[in-house]
């Protein structure tokens, strides 16, 4: 049996979970995610892979809803990468700072719990942070290593069809 899940889409847009044979809805989909199940959802007729269209849409559910995590400003921002020779570094960029994210806000929390009973928690937060500084410092420092070597990499074709020929 393989460990990922799958979920087939229908021509009729509806969605069928084969590990529990019944149709689910995005709210479900976006349960698996929370629950971190992996899984894959395959269109019925074609055979492709469309899980990240799916998950677009759950996000696109949930930015509809309340609080959402992504301003105008930033959607603006992610859409003019699109086609842009940085599209993939964008890409690495905020995959690492939102693993990074996540891991750091596991730590935070665990420090937390730990530091709760302690007599001093000012202390405490402010030790927290000092420690999670120089990590963000690493990640924008690896991002413009990257910018530099990605500029690099375009002008280097400018630059050789500049040189006179001799």
Known sequence: ???????KKYPNRRLYDTEISRYITLEEIRQLVLRGEEFQVVDKRTGNDITRTILLQVIS???????????????????????????NTMSSYL?????????QQHQFQDRLRRLLGANNPLAALREISQHQLP?????????????????????????NSRKPKK
């Open 1 to 7: 049996m393989s460990d990922v899940r799958i979920i």
């Open 61 to 87: 559910e949930q930015e509809e809803g309340g609080d959402p995590i992504f301003s105008t400003k930033v959607l603006r921002n992610i859409i003019r990468f699109y086609g842009d020779s940085m599209q």
């Open 95 to 103: 995959e690492l700072s939102l693993e990074f994210f996540s891991e």
């Open 135 to 159: 990590l963000w410092r690493s990640v924008r420092r690896e991002f413009i290593r990257n910018l530099g070597r990605e500029k690099r990499r375009q002008d280097a074709p400018e630059q």
